[in-house]
C-alpha cells in the first residue's frame, strides 16, 4: 500500500490557468505539509496543516491555496499559474509527535 | 534563521569506495537531523535519522553522527553501490508546535560507477 500518494504524478499546462494536485495518507498522520523543489533540486516546505488546521505558511504568493477536507488529504491549488510555477511540488505527512516526515512521489508541474 | 549545508556535487566514485558527504548545520535550539535520498525520477525517502547530540543513525549501511560541537551531520558509508547513485539531502526538523519544519539542504548528486 502506498503510504502518502499524488495525483496527477505529470501535470502539464497553460499560463494563467488554474490546476489542482491532490494528495492523500494512509498513515494515520494528523500533519501533512506542501513542499517545492526547483529546477536546482532546492527544496522549500510552502503550508504545513494539522488536522485541518493551517499551521505553517511560508512566504507564498496568494495564487497557491491548500486545502486540507480530512487530516488525511491535503490538495494544493494553483491559481492563474505562472513559468515560475514549473517545478516538483512533493506532499509529506508526519505524525505530531515525530519529527521526521515522509514524502510522496511528487507531481511535476510544467507550465508553457 | 535554519540553515544547512551540504557539499557540493556531483561526487562521483568507483563502486566499493567509501563515501563521505558532509553537512553542517546552523540552528537555534536542539534540532533532529536527518538524511534524505532521491533516486532518479522518484520522491524523498528518509535514509537515517539522529534526534540528540552524540546520536548515530544508520540504515543500510549508511551512518551519520549528530556533532554538536562542530554543528555537523556526516553522511558516510564503507562501500557504495551502483544502486547508492541518488541525490542525498541533508535537513534539520524544527518543530513548531504539532509541525516539524524540515529545512533541507541543497543536495549532492552521487553517481557511482563499475
Known amino acids: 500500500d502506498t503510504a502518502v500518494s499524488q495525483t496527477p504524478k505529470y501535470l502539464v499546462t497553460q499560463m494563467g490557468n488554474d490546476k489542482s494536485i491532490k494528495c492523500e495518507q494512509n498513515?494515520?498522520?494528523?500533519?501533512m505539509y506542501w513542499y517545492k523543489q526547483d529546477s536546482k533540486k532546492f527544496l522549500k516546505i510552502m503550508f504545513s496543516?494539522?488536522?485541518?488546521?493551517?499551521?505553517i505558511n511560508e512566504t507564498v504568493p496568494n495564487r497557491f491555496s491548500p486545502k486540507s477536507p480530512d487530516k488525511a488529504h491535503l490538495n494544493l491549488h494553483i491559481n492563474s499559474l505562472e513559468l515560475g510555477d514549473s517545478a516538483v511540488y512533493f506532499c509529506?505527512?508526519?505524525?505530531?509527535?515525530?519529527?521526521?516526515?515522509?514524502f510522496g512521489p511528487g507531481t511535476r508541474l510544467t507550465v508553457t | 534563521g535554519n540553515s544547512v549545508t551540504q557539499m557540493e556535487g556531483p561526487v562521483t566514485l568507483s563502486e566499493e569506495a567509501f563515501l563521505t558527504i558532509n553537512c553542517t548545520y546552523t540552528?537555534?535550539?536542539?534540532?533532529?537531523l536527518f538524511w534524505y535520498v532521491q533516486y532518479p525520477g522518484e520522491g524523498l525517502q528518509l535514509l537515517l535519522k539522529?534526534?540528540?547530540?552524540?546520536d548515530k543513525g544508520s540504515n543500510k549501511g549508511f551512518e551519520a553522527t549528530y556533532r554538536k560541537e562542530t554543528t555537523s551531520f556526516h553522511l558516510e558509508k564503507g562501500s557504495v553501490q551502483v544502486s547508492d547513485s541518488a541525490v542525498y539531502f541533508c535537513?534539520?526538523?524544527?518543530?513548531?508546535?504539532?509541525?516539524?519544519?524540515?529545512?533541507f539542504g541543497t543536495g549532492t548528486r552521487l553517481q557511482v560507477t563499475l
Open positions: 498513515l494515520g498522520h494528523d500533519t
Open positions: 535537513a534539520l526538523s524544527d518543530k513548531t508546535g504539532t509541525a516539524s519544519k524540515l529545512t
Open positions: 496543516y494539522n488536522n485541518k488546521e493551517l499551521i
Open positions: 540552528a537555534t535550539g536542539y534540532p533532529s
Open positions: 539522529a534526534t540528540k547530540a552524540d
Open positions: 509529506a505527512s508526519s505524525h505530531p509527535s515525530a519529527y521526521e516526515q515522509y
